[in-house]
Structures are given as structure tokens and as C-alpha cells.
């Protein structure tokens, strides 16, 4: 039987770029904290599920009337989303410091549970390919 990285990976592979991703998008807020009018994003675990659900799964119907002209899965990819401030400033800028950084040091502790979790998957395999050596 032939091994598969896709399977194989158990999807840690994917997580890792999830939190990858996301650290870039933390790091852009707190690089822009003091650009006017710049509004803080973020991604979503659920946002990447659902722009994911949405675009690889396509509805059928039984009539034409039963879902919008437009397909369900060509709609633009909306995983970004803005993030609502809890105190804007007055130049419009979005931005918490103190919550950017609390999210950018948690996704940094996932980030490297989930490469944890890969590096052994990744050992495991070479172990058994070795023959247990």
C-alpha cells in the first residue's frame, strides 16, 4: 500500500500554513499600529472552514430557483476578515497593541505545538520505513 502525504500528515501540514498565514497577518497589524486609518485584520479557523466548505463543495438543486444565479462556490474567498475594535482611535486606526501581541504569542504556541506534532509524525514515518532502526 502506498503512503500519501496527505494522508499521512494527518493535516498538521495544513494547520502549520493556517497558523503561518495567520502570524503574517498579526505581524502586518502590529507593523501598521501607528498607519492612520489602517483597520486591524485576522483569520479565523472558522473563516478558512467555510471559505473551504464553500469552495470545494458544490450544490446541487433540484430547480434553478432553489440558489442564487451565482454558484455558491465562485464567490470570492472572504477567510480575511476585519476585526472589530474595542477602542478605535481617532485617526481611525483599529489596532490593539496589547490584544495583537496576546494573539500573536498564542498563534506562535500553536504554531509550534502543530510543527511538534509534525516533526513526530515525520519521525515515525522515517522510523518505520528504517524498519525500526
Known amino acids: 500500500m502506498a503512503i500519501s502525504f496527505d494522508t499521512a500528515f ?3 501540514d495544513k494547520f502549520l500554513q493556517f497558523r503561518s498565514d495567520r502570524s ?3 505581524a502586518n497589524n502590529i507593523a501598521n ?6 483597520k486591524a485584520r485576522d483569520i479565523t ?4 472552514l467555510r471559505d473551504a466548505v464553500r469552495t470545494k463543495m458544490k450544490m446541487s ?3 434553478n430557483r432553489h440558489f442564487e444565479k451565482e454558484s455558491v462556490s465562485s464567490r470570492e474567498s472572504d477567510a480575511l476578515l476585519y476585526r472589530v475594535a474595542s477602542q478605535p482611535s481617532l485617526d481611525g486606526n483599529t489596532v490593539d497593541m496589547q490584544r495583537e501581541q496576546a494573539e500573536f504569542a498564542q498563534n506562535s504556541l500553536q504554531f509550534d505545538s502543530s510543527f511538534m506534532f509534525l516533526n ?3 519521525n515515525s514515518m522515517k ?3 528504517s524498519g525500526g532502526r
Do not use: E
Open 24 to 26: 503574517a497577518v498579526l
Open 120 to 122: 513526530r509524525k515525520v
Open 61 to 63: 438543486a433540484t430547480n
Open 127 to 129: 522510523k518505520a520505513l
Open 45 to 48: 479557523f472558522d473563516s478558512i
Open 33 to 38: 499600529a501607528d498607519t492612520p486609518n489602517f
Open 10 to 12: 494527518s493535516g498538521h
